[in-house]
């Protein structure tokens, strides 16, 4: 199976900016669409972004679009989250997952979960 080991969570304050990382195990990375949800307490897990295998194409949250930049290496089989004007409400759990297929929502099929990182923004 795909492990996913997430990195770079931490604390900020409001209006500052964070970047995560998700390194994936084995050599089939580019064969898969990636993507990263979050999850609140209290909350359900939400959507945030995804990019396509290649990289050529990408979904934002309407929370997060303007703020947040999903990228890929497929080289280096890793997934990045740059997370800029952080707010509050940005505040969860985010974790890395691989997408069943290209698709945008919180209801995108997930194939498999990181154990997520943790990013809390101060006011």
């Known amino acids: 199976q795909v492990q996913l080991v997430e990195s770079g969570g931490g604390l900020v304050q409001a209006g500052g900016s964070l970047s995560v990382s998700c390194a994936a195990s084995?050599?089939?990375?580019?064969?898969?669409?990636m993507g990263w949800f979050r999850q609140a307490p209290g909350k359900e897990r939400e959507f945030v972004a995804s990019?396509?295998?290649?990289?050529?194409?990408?979904y934002y949250a309407d929370s997060v679009k303007g703020r947040f930049t999903i990228s890929r290496d497929n080289a280096k089989n890793t997934v990045y989250l740059q997370m800029n004007s952080l707010k509050p409400e940005d505040t969860a759990v985010y974790y890395c997952?691989?997408?069943?297929?290209?698709?945008?929502?919180?209801?995108?099929?997930?194939?498999?979960w990181g154990q997520g990182t943790q990013v809390t923004v101060s006011s």
């Open positions: 990019v396509s295998r290649t990289g050529d194409s990408k």
């Open positions: 084995g050599r089939t990375f580019s064969s898969y669409a």
């Open positions: 997952v691989v997408l069943r297929n290209y698709c945008s929502g919180s209801g995108c099929p997930v194939n498999y």
